[in-house]
């Protein structure tokens, strides 16, 4: 099927619209502090359900493209398949761990006071510990990726996350009884994956049989491609806008965190980007497969910190920087692999 088109001069400066988008909730937050706080309260399992909506326009052009006959061929070729399972369950919660102990326990740590030195390597590897389900429709989107084959990663990825979180968080946290927020994880997943892949597939069907596959391809498909990139800005506002109160009052404190963050992500992506070329994956197989294991789970991460350690903690502060840094990060990534594209 071919690609949506682009969205030409618009697109080529999605860079420019993103960091004004990012400004611009910066600054409306602290202007319109009760209509955002409503905002952020309308809620569903703890996942945002503005925000939920936003990733809902995001995730339905990509679902559009799938070939629900054909997801059986994923078994043909599972080698970018284990290589999303062996780094997000493998090497990014330890990576994530390493960072985290070498930036907040030894490097800032004339920099922060020694009793919160823990939570806030505790926040990180919740972040590395809990791989993304929703954006990774859209990054997989945006960098040309096999959509069939994103769905099977991330319906795997679901499917470990339920049996190999709480132990490796346990592990890495030395915390015997870690609470997993089911409500949060059962929400992310309908809200995420099963609703718009459900809308996907009847969408699909139904125009296969009234209108074509060309009509699909080149009308269909294309017509929603810009809902991607506008409700991606969207919820950038959004997110900076919840959130500009931490960035307004601790700003070097927000550079602090985001540093191994960076790191992690970018550590990330490039060691699944040159393991992927060793193994000869396709591009738009290797391409989401990097991205899959750089981006995080960031509602979960964010719901057992304020479980373990409280909603004012430092491990909550360092999850929701994540939810900062990551669109910025994931967008930069998306720009390299569209021009390493092979």
């Known amino acids: ?58 995730i339905f052009p990509m679902m559009l493209q799938i070939d629900f006959s054909k997801l059986g061929e994923v078994r043909k070729n599972p080698k970018g ?83 190999a979180f709480v132990p490796i968080v346990g592990l890495l946290l030395g915390v015997a009884d870690v609470h997993i927020p089911y409500d949060t994880l059962l929400a992310s997943v309908l809200l995420f994956v099963v609703v718009p892949l459900a809308a996907g597939w009847f969408t699909h069907r139904w125009a296969l049989g009234k209108m074509g596959t060309a009509w699909l391809a080149e009308r269909l498909i294309p017509a929603f491609k810009p809902f991607t990139i506008f409700a991606l800005l969207a ?23 985001a540093v191994p ?38 509602e979960l991460a964010v719901a057992v910190a304020i479980a373990l350690f409280g909603l004012e903690s430092p491990a909550a502060l360092v999850t929701v920087v994540g939810v900062l840094v990551e669109v910025p990060l994931m967008l930069s990534l998306v720009a390299f692999a569209n021009r390493q594209r092979y």
Request: with cysteine; glycine share 6%; charged share 10%.
């Open 81 to 163: 398949l284990w290589l999303t399972l062996v780094v997000n369950w493998l090497v990014k919660p330890f990576s994530m761990a390493f960072f985290a102990w070498l930036f907040f326990e030894h490097l800032y740590a004339a920099y922060i006071e020694p009793e919160k030195l823990g939570e806030y390597v505790a926040g990180a590897i919740l972040l590395g510990a809990a791989p993304c389900t929703a954006m990774v429709f859209v990054w997989s989107y945006l960098s040309r990726g096999d959509a069939n084959y994103t769905l099977v990663q991330v319906a795997v990825n679901d499917l470990v996350l339920l049996v």
């Open 261 to 298: 963050l960076t790191l992690q992500t970018y550590f990330i992506f490039f060691a699944s980007w040159f393991a992927g070329r060793y193994l000869n994956l396709s591009h738009a197989i290797c391409a989401p497969a990097s991205l899959i294991g750089a981006s995080n789970f960031f």
């Open 235 to 257: 919820t950038l506002v959004l997110l900076f806008a919840f959130q500009g109160k931490h960035l307004i009052h601790n700003p070097l404190l927000i550079v602090l965190i």
């Open 1 to 58: 099927m071919k690609q949506a088109a682009g969205l030409g001069a618009f697109e080529k400066n999605l860079t420019w619209w993103v960091l004004l988008s990012m400004a611009l909730g910066t600054i409306l937050g602290p202007i319109f502090p009760a209509f955002f706080g409503r905002l952020a309260g309308l809620e569903w399992g703890r996942v945002n359900i503005p925000i939920a909506i936003l990733i809902w326009l995001m």
